[in-house]
């Protein structure tokens, strides 16, 4: 089994900025992509950002020049730094990761969420 466990959320004022972590462990063999998506109340989940093992990042549009996605493969951590953050980012945040645990099975895994508001 594989958890993923995110930190750093919180209540930050508009304009401000938080970064978010998460961390991956148990049976992982190797992590092919790494992601963060939010669910506002009333909403659906969308992806907010993704990185590939590769390195390389995809954001959404309201996103994108605000939060900056990156990951350190050897500790199987991303981060998601956000900036100039809007009370339209208020959501909770999950963290996805495809994970391999074996030569053939890769998996989608989920974190449990952590809340980010964005209030003055």
């Known amino acids: 089994q594989v958890q993923l466990a995110e930190s750093g959320g919180g209540l930050v004022q508009p304009g401000g900025s938080l970064r978010l972590s998460c961390v991956a462990s148990g049976n992982i063999l190797t992590i092919n992509a790494m992601g963060w998506y939010r669910q506002a109340p009333g909403r659906q989940r969308e992806l907010v950002a993704a990185?590939?093992?590769?390195?390389?990042?995809h954001y959404a549009d309201s996103v994108k020049g605000r939060f900056t996605i990156s990951r350190v493969i050897g500790k199987n951590t991303a981060y998601l730094q956000m900036s100039s953050l809007r009370p339209e980012d208020t959501a909770v945040y999950y963290c996805?990761?495809?994970?391999?645990?074996?030569?053939?099975?890769?998996?989608?895994?989920w974190g449990q969420g952590t809340q980010v508001t964005v209030s003055s």
């Open positions: 996805n990761a495809d994970v391999a645990t074996s030569w053939d099975t890769s998996s989608d895994y």
């Open positions: 990185i590939i093992r590769g390195g390389e990042q």
